[in-house]
C-alpha cells in the first residue's frame, strides 16, 4: 500500500504531465496565495507608490491574482516560436521581468487601478518563481536527498531540475490546495457578468504592451484565445493542482481519462518511488518546508522592493540551469557519507574558468600555450532554512597530477554572509581561485570543491566540481539518462581539462 503522500507526490505528477509544456513552475494556486500574502503584508507597511496601495490592489483583487497566474498562462497565447528554450528574463518571453516591470511604469502612467493590479500580480509571479525555482526547490532536493529524480524514465532526463522540479512544484499545488481561488477567478473573468469583456480587455492591453516592449506585432497566436478561455475556466478539475479527489480518483482508476494512463503507470519506475517516498519526501514535514521555513513569505517580501537596481531583481533569476543542477548535485551527499557533506542553505549559482593571459573563459587549459594562470570564479549564494551554522566557507582546489596522484593546490576559507532576508541588497557572492602555470604544468586536471568552515575544520566537501565519486552511489541508478548531464570535463560544474603535446 502506497503512503497517503506517496500518493499526492503521484497525483503531483501526474498533474505536471497534464500541464502545458510551456507552464513549468509552481501551478496557479501558490502564485494566488502569494499575491493574497502580499496584500495582507501592505497592512503593515508605508511605501510609496501605488504598488504598495493595498486599497487600490484590493480593490481590484482579481485582476492582481490573474496577473499573479498571468505568466504562465500567457505561454498559452503567444507564438512558442519568439519563446526559444528555458525561463529567462532576458528573452521574449511572459517571464521576462523586464518586460513586466515595464508594464507596471506604464499601469501607473495610465493611473487606471486594474491595469496596476495586473502588473504587480505579474511581478508577483516573477518573485514566487525566482524564489521557488532558485531557492526552494534547491533546498527540498537536498533536505529531501532526491537527486535528479527520475521516477519516469525518458521524461525530462535532459532537463536541469527536471522531474525533481516538477514534482516539488506541482506538489505544492496539491498538499497546499486553494481551490476557492480559481472558482473566484473562472467567475469573475469567465461566467460573471461583464466578465468575459474584462479578461478581453486585459487581453488586449497585454498584446499592446507586448508589442511595445518586444517591438513584435502581437504576442497572440490565433487560436489561443480559445485555449485560454478554457484552461482559466478548467483550473480547478483538470490542470494543477487538479481537484484532490479528482487526482486521487484518477489514481485509483485512470483508465476514464489521459491525466494518468495505464501507460502512464506503467512507466513508473518503482524502485525509484520507493527510494524517493521511503524519504523524507514521504512526510508532511518535508512539504510544509514552503511554509515552515519562511519561502511563503519571502517572496511577497522581496516584492515590497522588486525594481532594478534592488537586490532580488538584479541578483536572481527566474530560473538557472546551474543552480538547478548545483541543488540537484547536492541532493545526492546523503548516499556519500565520508565524501560528501549534506549542505541545504549554500548553492553555487556560477562557476567557471578563465584564461588570464587572454581573459577567454575556457574549459581546458593547454599547458604549452604559455599562458601565465588560470582563475575559477565562483559564486555562492544562501537560501532559508539552512541547518548549519558557520559563516565560512572554504574553496579548495586540487591537481590531478600527470601520474595520477592528487594533490592539494589550496585552500582558500572565506568568511561568506549572503542573508536570503536581506531582499534590498541579496547577491551572490564570488571569490576567485588563481593557479600558477608551474603547477598546470605538471597536472591533468584541476579540480574544486567548497566545504563548510575554515581550512583545520576538516569538513567534507558538500560540492565539488569532480563527478566521479557519484557514479559509485547504489542507492540511485547513476545509469539512468538523467545523469548524463553530468560529468567531471565538460559539463557545468566543470573541472578544468589540462592538455600536453
Same mark, same amino acid.
Request: charged share 20%; glycine share 10%; hydrophobic share 40%.
Given at each position: ?84 528554450? @528555458? ?6 518571453? !511572459?517571464? *521576462? +521581468? %523586464?518586460?513586466?516591470?515595464?508594464? #507596471?511604469? &506604464? ?125 482559466? @475556466? ?6 494543477? !493542482?487538479? *481537484? +484532490? %479527489?479528482?487526482?486521487?480518483?484518477? #489514481?485509483? &482508476? ?248
Amino acid at each position: 500500500m502506497r503512503s497517503a503522500l506517496m500518493t499526492i507526490g503521484l497525483a503531483a505528477l501526474a498533474c505536471v504531465l497534464a500541464w502545458p509544456a510551456t507552464a513549468k513552475a509552481y501551478g496557479p494556486s501558490i502564485h494566488i496565495r502569494e499575491a493574497d500574502a502580499y496584500l495582507d503584508l501592505l497592512k503593515d507597511v508605508d511605501l510609496p507608490g501605488p504598488e504598495h496601495d493595498r486599497r487600490l490592489l484590493k480593490r481590484n483583487k482579481w485582476e492582481l491574482r490573474l496577473g499573479a497566474i498571468w505568466p504562465d498562462l500567457a505561454r498559452i497565447l503567444v507564438d512558442s516560436g519568439a519563446i526559444g528554450t @528555458g525561463v529567462d528574463e532576458g528573452m521574449v518571453d !511572459p517571464h *521576462n +521581468r %523586464h518586460l513586466n516591470y515595464f508594464m #507596471l511604469q &506604464d499601469a501607473i502612467d495610465s493611473g487606471e487601478e486594474w491595469k496596476i493590479a495586473f502588473a504587480v500580480g505579474c511581478l508577483m509571479h516573477n518573485v514566487g518563481d525566482s524564489i521557488s525555482q532558485g531557492m526552494l526547490v534547491e533546498h527540498m532536493n537536498v533536505r529531501g536527498h532526491l537527486g535528479e529524480m527520475d521516477l519516469l524514465p525518458g521524461t525530462y532526463d535532459d532537463h536541469p531540475g527536471g522531474e525533481t522540479e516538477g514534482l516539488i512544484e506541482g506538489g505544492m499545488e496539491v498538499v497546499h490546495l486553494d481551490l476557492g481561488a480559481y472558482l473566484g477567478m473562472a467567475f469573475h473573468f469567465l461566467i460573471g457578468s461583464g466578465g468575459s469583456a474584462r479578461l478581453t480587455e486585459v487581453l488586449d492591453y497585454y498584446n499592446e504592451i507586448w508589442s511595445s516592449f518586444f517591438g513584435q506585432a502581437s504576442a497572440v497566436r490565433p487560436g489561443s484565445v480559445k485555449d485560454l478561455r478554457y484552461m482559466l @475556466g478548467d483550473l480547478a478539475h483538470r490542470t494543477p !493542482p487538479c *481537484n +484532490r %479527489h479528482a487526482a486521487m480518483r484518477y #489514481l485509483a &482508476d485512470p483508465t476514464p481519462d489521459p491525466l494518468l494512463s495505464p501507460d502512464a503507470v506503467a512507466a513508473i519506475n518503482q524502485a525509484e518511488l520507493d527510494r524517493v517516498f521511503g524519504g523524507p519526501a514521504g512526510t508532511a514535514e518535508w512539504w510544509n518546508i514552503y511554509y515552515d521555513e519562511g519561502y511563503h513569505d519571502l517572496a511577497p517580501f522581496a516584492l515590497l522592493t522588486y525594481a532594478p537596481g534592488q537586490g532580488y531583481y538584479d541578483n536572481l533569476p527566474n530560473w538557472s540551469s546551474k543552480m538547478m543542477k548545483s541543488g540537484s548535485m547536492q541532493g545526492l551527499n546523503e548516499y556519500l557519507p565520508g565524501e560528501m557533506a549534506v549542505e541545504d542553505g549554500w548553492f553555487v549559482s556560477d562557476l567557471y574558468w578563465v584564461d588570464d593571459t587572454t581573459g577567454h573563459r575556457i574549459t581546458s587549459y593547454d599547458a604549452d600555450a604559455n599562458s601565465s594562470s588560470v582563475t575559477a570564479y565562483v559564486s555562492v549564494y544562501a537560501a532559508p532554512g539552512r541547518t548549519k551554522t558557520t559563516d565560512r566557507i572554504t574553496f579548495t582546489a586540487d591537481i590531478v597530477q600527470l601520474g595520477g596522484n592528487t594533490v592539494p593546490y589550496g585552500h582558500f576559507p572565506v568568511n561568506f554572509v549572503v542573508d536570503p532576508m536581506d531582499v534590498d541588497g541579496f547577491a551572490p557572492q564570488t571569490i576567485t581561485i588563481t593557479v600558477d602555470a608551474t603547477a598546470l604544468n605538471s597536472a591533468q586536471a584541476v579540480h574544486l570543491s567548497l566545504s563548510d568552515g575554515g581550512v583545520n575544520d576538516g569538513n567534507l566537501p558538500f560540492f565539488t566540481t569532480d563527478w566521479s565519486g557519484y557514479d559509485g552511489i547504489d542507492e540511485v541508478d547513476m545509469s539512468s539518462a538523467a545523469y548524463d548531464q553530468y560529468a567531471t570535463f565538460d559539463l557545468w560544474p566543470q573541472s578544468l581539462r589540462v592538455t600536453h603535446n
